[in-house]
């Protein structure tokens, strides 16, 4: 028999809250336990603490991994700057951990995580749920088989509503980028340029970003990278142009096809084959990707799937039980971090960066 695992949690209403329901990962996975809720807001507390039915309710996060002692720890917030205070007072104490994305504020944050998970044999994952999908497994599975020719490019954009830019590309660019390496692996170099009202960006342009990110600054983003099988990804935002229907997501471009993915543990995958990439001329059509293949019914569905981290957490909780590295880790994390980073590295020379980066500092204030 398995083992029960007792899982933490902390929030903070008012100030990133409980994520994407992060709060409720837990609720109904087999062999766990929600035991306690930290919160430093009361009334978040009080409710949070009654929707999950626990009785042990914590204003300090700290005061609660000392008594409760959990096995597992979800860090809920979507507000980052206290990210890395809690991964490492968590890993310190050999908890693992489920936390919400961005992972941190800088790759030297990230360090300080990794290096504390990496002394206690704390395991993390983070909350890209697309990492997950059975449908990105199949397009994988796809692409490695060559059923869509070479690939060319993979093409990520971000939501472009208000936040597009800076923002955009780190509080959803980071699902964009983790996608982009779980089909690709970690990108070699980024060639990237962020502007501001049409100049680029300077000192001048850098403020106090939004949800705890720290030093930011832009309204458009264009990057380049280059990945380990020669192909090219690219990831761009511009504030105030989404798409309707969405743009956010991945598109693969390929020399039999193209393949298109959006967020999500079962969002919406496409694929067209069509070497010309134009249906109005080549008179293909998009046919839907299933776990099973393209234009093959869906087999996999119920809450496991319906869940935005169901499939997540059990990968964790898999990883704990054979000590090894979760699919969607925290070197994954670290690297989706420097995907970012990269961006305004990149702007900040003036030219190409090599990856993984000597400057783990945030570049905007430097």
């Known amino acids: 028999?398995?083992?029960?695992?007792?899982?933490?949690?902390?929030?903070?209403?008012?100030?990133?809250?409980?994520?994407?329901?992060?709060?409720?990962?837990?609720?109904?996975?087999?062999?766990?336990?929600?035991?306690?809720?930290?919160?430093?807001?009361?009334?978040?507390?009080?409710?949070?603490?009654?929707?999950?039915?626990?009785?042990?309710a914590f204003a300090d996060y700290r005061q609660m991994l000392d008594v409760v002692q959990p096995?597992?720890?979800v860090i809920a917030p979507s507000w980052i700057d206290r990210r890395r205070e809690m991964a490492v007072a968590a890993a310190q104490r050999g908890i693992h951990m489920y936390v919400e994305k961005p992972f941190c504020r800088s790759l030297a944050e990230a360090d300080e995580i990794v290096d504390a998970c990496e002394r206690t044999h704390a395991k993390l994952v983070i909350a890209h749920p697309t990492r997950y999908s059975p449908k990105l497994a199949r397009v994988k599975r796809l692409l490695e088989a060559g059923r869509f020719g070479k690939?060319?490019?993979y093409r990520g954009r971000g939501k472009e509503d208000r936040r597009g830019g800076g923002e955009d590309l780190w509080v959803l660019g980071t699902h964009v980028m983790d996608m982009i390496r779980a089909l690709a692996g970690h990108p070699q170099w980024c060639f990237a340029s962020v502007e501001q009202e049409g100049e680029p960006v300077r000192r001048r342009h850098v403020r106090e970003g939004a949800d705890g990110i720290g030093p930011l600054a832009g309204d458009l983003v264009r990057a380049?990278?280059?990945?380990p099988d020669g192909?090219?990804?690219?990831?761009?935002?511009?504030?105030?142009t989404a798409g309707n229907p969405t743009r956010y997501g991945l598109r693969i471009y390929c020399s039999h096809g193209l393949v298109e993915l959006l967020e999500g543990t079962m969002g919406s995958v496409k694929c067209l084959r069509d070497r010309g990439w134009s249906p109005a001329r080549s008179g293909q059509s998009w046919l839907d990707v299933s776990s099973q293949g393209w234009d093959t019914p869906e087999t996999l569905t119920g809450p496991r799937y319906d869940s935005r981290h169901r499939l997540a957490v059990e990968d964790l909780l898999a990883a704990i039980r054979e000590n090894r590295e979760p699919r969607g880790g925290m070197y994954e994390a670290r690297g989706a971090?420097?995907?970012?980073?990269?961006?305004?590295?990149?702007?900040?020379?003036g030219g190409p960066v090599t990856l993984p980066l000597q400057n783990r500092q945030n570049p905007l204030t430097m």
């Open 337 to 349: 971090v420097e995907m970012i980073a990269a961006v305004f590295e990149s702007h900040r020379v």
């Open 71 to 73: 096995d597992v720890l």
């Open 151 to 153: 690939v060319l490019e």
């Open 224 to 227: 380049m990278y280059r990945m």
């Open 1 to 56: 028999m398995d083992p029960l695992y007792r899982v933490a949690v902390i929030g903070s209403t008012g100030r990133g809250g409980y994520g994407h329901a992060l709060d409720e990962a837990f609720v109904g996975v087999p062999d766990t336990q929600i035991v306690a809720v930290a919160d430093d807001d009361e009334r978040g507390r009080a409710q949070t603490a009654a929707k999950l039915g626990v009785t042990k």
């Open 231 to 240: 192909s090219t990804a690219y990831f761009s935002s511009a504030c105030n």
